[in-house]
């Protein structure tokens, strides 16, 4: 059998399960390590958590975060470096700094990474979302909400009462671990500064 015959003969299926079963091994071992690097390597910095509608209620086993500061909504006068030319598709960078307290909040907002950061300084990275503006669909500039992945937190079953209430009491602050790259990660949450919950490595 020639080369292309090989290629083109049925795969053995017990190869096909071995190889399929590796591929999915290796692509979770690497978001686990993914997930770690950043835990351990990154940068960490505090939000505090808004209050959210008591309308919006704990759905199964995770409490549901938003974040003041400037950071879940954006203020578009903090924007730098200009706007898209027109409605597109795209990450959002905010510059964050803390306050006295040392709680993070929003310095400025750009559409590509930001450079020149001061030491206090940490860029945080967006999911990609739609950015409004008046070309060609006639809406003034606009940043709709931004997620980052951290807007859950997953507890043990029962326990997600006492911090709901204390979320909507403005007494949560979550710790997050930024890389580099500006993905973040949740490493504690704590009511009223105490550390209530710690994220493992593993």
């Known amino acids: 059998m020639d080369f292309v015959g090989v290629l083109r003969a049925p795969l053995n299926p017990v190869i096909a399960g071995v190889i399929a079963c590796c591929f999915l091994i290796g692509t979770l071992a690497l978001m686990i ?43 578009e006068s903090l924007v730098e470096g200009g706007w898209p030319a027109r409605d597109t598709v795209s990450t959002v960078w905010l510059v964050l700094a803390p306050d006295d307290n040392g709680i993070f909040s929003t310095r400025s907002v750009h559409f590509s990474a930001p450079t020149g950061l001061a030491d206090e300084e940490v860029a945080l990275q967006s999911r990609p979302l ?24 997953y507890v043990p079953e029962g326990e997600g009462l ?41």
């Open 33 to 75: 390590e993914s997930r770690a690097a950043i835990l351990r390597d990154g940068k960490e910095i505090l939000l505090q958590v808004e209050p959210i509608d008591p309308r919006d209620l704990m759905r199964g086993d995770y409490v549901r975060l938003r974040y003041g500061g400037g950071i879940s909504s954006v203020d």
């Open 162 to 202: 006492e911090i709901e209430k204390a979320r909507n009491e403005g007494r949560t602050t979550v710790a997050v671990r930024v890389s580099d790259r500006g993905e973040p990660q949740i490493a504690r949450l704590m009511i009223d500064g105490e550390t209530l919950y710690e994220e493992p490595l593993y």
């Open 130 to 153: 739609r950015i409004w503006v008046p070309e060609p669909s006639g809406r003034v500039n606009q940043v709709p909400n931004l997620r980052f992945g951290i807007e859950r937190y």
